[in-house]
């Protein structure tokens, strides 16, 4: 049984940081790529970082680049997102997906992530 369990969402005002987490359950091959993705009231989904398990491909968005930093505690099959210096933009359901492999040029499209977890708002004001 897959599971992905986010948590560490919730309101903070802007510059505030917030530290999002993923609780990835089942095979650990299942894991391969992680990601996470949000999406705003009214707008589509789009990447915010990738990483995949052995670290040699992480990516994060222009959006949140040197403020957002993905990470992995592969023993624990836990992915982490740290965000600092929010802004009211960052505002969005964020969501955690996994996939167990994905071709190096369409690692920044949901559609190629069959894992989901449930989501975690954050909202910066």
């Known amino acids: 049984h897959v599971q992905l369990v986010e948590s560490g969402g919730g309101s903070v005002q802007a510059g505030g940081s917030l530290r999002l987490s993923c609780a990835a359950s089942g095979d650990a091959y299942i894991y391969y790529y992680m990601a996470w993705f949000r999406q705003a009231p009214g707008k589509e989904r789009e990447v915010v970082a990738v990483l995949s398990r052995d670290g040699t491909y992480t990516y994060h968005a222009d959006a949140v680049k040197g403020r957002f930093m993905i990470s992995l505690v592969r023993y624990f099959n836990t992915m982490s997102l740290q965000m600092d210096s929010l802004k009211p933009d960052d505002t969005a359901e964020y969501f955690c997906?996994?996939?167990?492999?994905?071709?190096?040029?369409?690692?920044?499209?949901?559609?190629?992530?069959?894992?989901w977890g449930q989501g975690t708002q954050v909202t910066v004001s």
């Open positions: 997906a996994a996939a167990p492999w994905v071709p190096p040029s369409r690692t920044l499209r949901a559609d190629e992530y069959p894992y």
